[in-house]
């Protein structure tokens, strides 16, 4: 697994190592934390050095990647784009590149809703227009766009996930959301109820019903769990494929915002500030293709339980700090 010290990985390890899968990290620590690995067999490697990579891949000789390894943030990928094109695409060209030395032919890749840009309906499908408007959406399509050809020529078959929005916390408060800076809205609010310190809301002018962005939150644990399905599917012999990984229901910022307030029982703090560059107005899975194929079902429906485990872990975290 390449990122398990990240947000997503870890908890991805976590979930595969309960079912009994051997689950092998390699992160180069840049965003992600060695706590995350816990005692998990553990690789600090950066992607880009493929000679290492090749090497690493060929002595364990695993029966499949899980692949998480990228940078996330919107907004620094429109400042800084050059980082996610070097990262996140040609870091996974390096990997694709020792798995194909090593023959190992099952990938399952993170992917992003952004990739679908501005999209023209929601809920959106997995077959809608790819057109990605912020360089971190490009940086996963230039990805995706690589895999039929490996496919094709190498016989390395994938599975595609298209996260909406990860959110949430392990409910036993070991593993959840810390990025450094944190960008994401549900941390950054519950960090703004304890601190006292106001987020700011991105837009209000969007042709939306409250004039805020709408997203679909999806429970880490949830999205944990399409990756092991995946898996499973490619270690059956199915067909390379790509999933939405979303519940199909939206939420604006505001809305979130209320929710927040309704779990910690306090006002959040907040003022109203420009757009963010490269934010669609609506994003939201139509998540159909994941529960027909894969027979994926989820855990946390509401975002009320997601913001539940998410102020479970943000409480726990500053009482340690
Ligand atoms: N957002 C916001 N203020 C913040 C961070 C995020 O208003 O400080 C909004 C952002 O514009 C988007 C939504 O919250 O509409 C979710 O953003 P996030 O960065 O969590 O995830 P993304 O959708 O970029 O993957």
């Known amino acids: ?34 706590h ?15 000679p290492a990579l090749s090497a690493l891949v060929a002595a364990i000789r695993p029966d499949a990647v899980v692949h998480f390894a990228a940078y996330i943030a919107v907004g620094e990928s429109m400042r800084v784009p050059e980082l996610y094109f070097a990262n996140n695409t040609g870091g996974s060209l390096s990997l694709l590149t020792a798995m194909t030395r090593a023959g190992i032919r099952c990938l399952v890749f993170s992917s992003t809703a952004a990739v679908y840009g ?8 997995e077959d809608f227009p790819i057109a990605p408007v912020n360089a971190y959406g490009e940086s996963k399509v230039l990805v995706e766009r690589m895999l039929p050809w490996f496919d094709q020529v190498h016989g390395l078959r994938s599975m595609v996930l298209r996260y909406f929005n990860a959110a949430g916390a392990d409910p036993e408060g070991r593993l959840g959301e810390e990025h450094e800076p944190e960008t994401h809205l549900i941390p950054l609010l519950l960090r703004a109820v304890l601190s006292g310190e106001p987020v700011t809301v991105f837009g209000d002018d969007y042709p939306t019903p409250d004039g805020t962005c709408i997203r679909d939150y999806i429970h880490v ?3 944990a769990e399409a990756h092991i399905l995946a898996l499973e599917a490619l270690f059956a012999g199915a067909p390379s494929n790509q999933f939405n990984v979303g519940l199909g229901q939206g939420y604006s910022v505001l809305e979130v915002i209320r929710a927040v307030e309704s779990v910690t029982g306090k006002k959040v703090p907040y003022r109203v500030g420009p757009r963010r560059e490269g934010d669609p107005a609506i994003l939201v899975a139509g998540a159909g293709r994941l ?29 340690t700090k």
Do not use: C, K
Not at 12 to 30: H, I, K, M, Q
Not at 298 to 306: A, N
């Open 1 to 34: 697994m390449t990122g398990g010290a990240g947000y997503i990985g870890a908890h991805t390890a976590a979930l595969l190592r309960r079912r009994g899968y051997a689950v092998t990290v390699v992160d180069n620590l840049s965003r992600g934390y060695r």
């Open 36 to 50: 995350n690995v816990g005692d998990a067999p553990f690789h600090q490697l950066d992607l880009a050095d493929t």
């Open 118 to 125: 501005m999209p023209r309906a929601v809920p959106i499908l």
């Open 221 to 223: 644990h949830d999205l």
């Open 291 to 319: 529960g027909r194929t894969l027979g994926w079902a989820p855990q946390y429906p509401g975002l009320t339980e997601i913001v539940r485990t998410a102020w479970d872990f943000a409480r726990q975290r500053s009482q």
